[in-house]
């Protein structure tokens, strides 16, 4: 072929796979594209009329409620009806609120929840918790409800709660929930000196941290990692005595409410001294996620983690989900509450 028509040629195929492309684009821009299909919504009246649920007083509401799958749906209805739930209302519910709270609302009496339909994480049985805490602080319900769920509205170390799983690597702990006597079972000695143990793959990933931290000149090593309950005990009891209850509780947790007695969280210094550098802390926050960790508690967290700020305190999260914390700007138990508890 002569360079001529070699041209001729190439520019024709660069053409034709353009416009195939185009094409490709174009279909799958229709398939993402939501195409409304106008299903009829079904009635319960059609599904509840051969049951013995159905109950005759109530036969223009079943003609207007909307029929959803869930268990016992006949049931909840007959129920929300007789609470003087309308029909609209009714419809309402099961569009915005979870099937958890719907439950929940069998045991009160009526209540107006429309403020409620776009806060997910709210909980029918705290409403007069969020109100008065709202009464109290003067902020929007959705903060309300974030900070009643944590509980916030009580004292530290007040309405403590067990955790349930314990094992599990995105477990809060904090003066709400407690860990009893919990011990890991799978602690693994840190490179740096044995007498350090965290989780295994706690530990894998700050062994990644502190090498990939030294190619960026940033010098650290563990000063404190896994510490059981009673050794928390221990330290807990001497900061007392040293500084008093008050105080102790600012930097030192109370036994069974510590994170390093998950094994998923370690303190560091800075090599060579006895306190972590400022560079190397600033270091640490802006990077210890891509490792799997996150700086648990920080200047402005204070009032909602009751911890002062130590910015030396690493907790593992794993890879993901520590990305996404560190991106949401939240504490982890603002985080959690949002976007886990519900997940277990
Ligand atoms: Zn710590």
Not at 147 to 167: C, M, P, R, S, W
Not at 186 to 211: P, T
């Amino acid at each position: 072929m002569k360079m001529k028509e070699l041209i001729l040629a190439s520019s024709f195929t660069i053409l034709l796979t353009g416009l195939f492309s185009y094409f490709i684009y174009q279909e799958n821009r229709n398939a993402n594209k939501v195409i409304p299909v106008m299903k009829e919504t079904q009635k319960v009246i059609s599904y509840i009329q051969n049951t013995n649920e159905f109950k005759e007083e109530y036969k223009s509401m079943y003609e207007q409620i909307t029929f959803h799958e869930e268990e016992n749906f006949f049931h909840e209805i007959n129920c929300l009806l007789h609470l003087n739930y309308t029909p609209i209302e009714i419809n309402e519910l099961y569009d915005f609120v979870s099937h958890k709270n719907i439950e929940k609302l069998l045991d009160f009496e009526k209540m107006n929840l429309k403020n409620y339909y776009t806060i997910p994480n709210f909980e029918v049985d705290k409403i007069p918790r969020y109100e008065m805490y709202q009464d109290k602080t003067n902020t929007t319900l959705e903060e309300a409800v974030l900070k009643v769920n944590i509980g916030l509205d009580h004292e530290f170390y007040t309405q403590i709660e067990e955790i349930a799983k314990k094992d599990d690597y995105a477990i809060l702990v904090n003066k709400y929930r407690f860990l009893g006597q919990y011990e890991p079972t799978d602690l693994k000695s840190l490179s740096y000196d044995e007498k350090y143990q965290l989780r295994q793959k706690a530990a894998d990933a700050f062994e990644e941290l502190v090498s990939f931290a030294k190619l960026e000149n940033v010098f650290i090593r563990p000063y404190s990692a896994y510490r059981s309950y009673f050794y928390q005990q221990s330290i807990y009891n001497t900061y007392v005595n040293k500084d008093g209850k008050n105080m102790a509780d600012t930097y030192s947790a109370r036994p069974g409410h510590s994170e390093h007695q998950t094994g998923l969280a370690v303190d560091v210094w800075s090599e060579g001294l006895e306190e972590l550098k400022e560079s190397d802390a600033n270091w640490l926050k802006e990077n210890a996620y891509l490792f799997g960790f996150i700086v648990r508690y920080t200047k402005e967290t204070e009032k909602i983690t009751g911890y002062i700020e130590e910015p030396w305190h690493l907790r593992y999260l794993g890879k993901d989900l520590a990305k996404k914390v560190y991106e949401s700007h939240l504490t982890y138990d603002e985080y959690y509450d949002l976007y886990l508890k519900n997940l277990n």
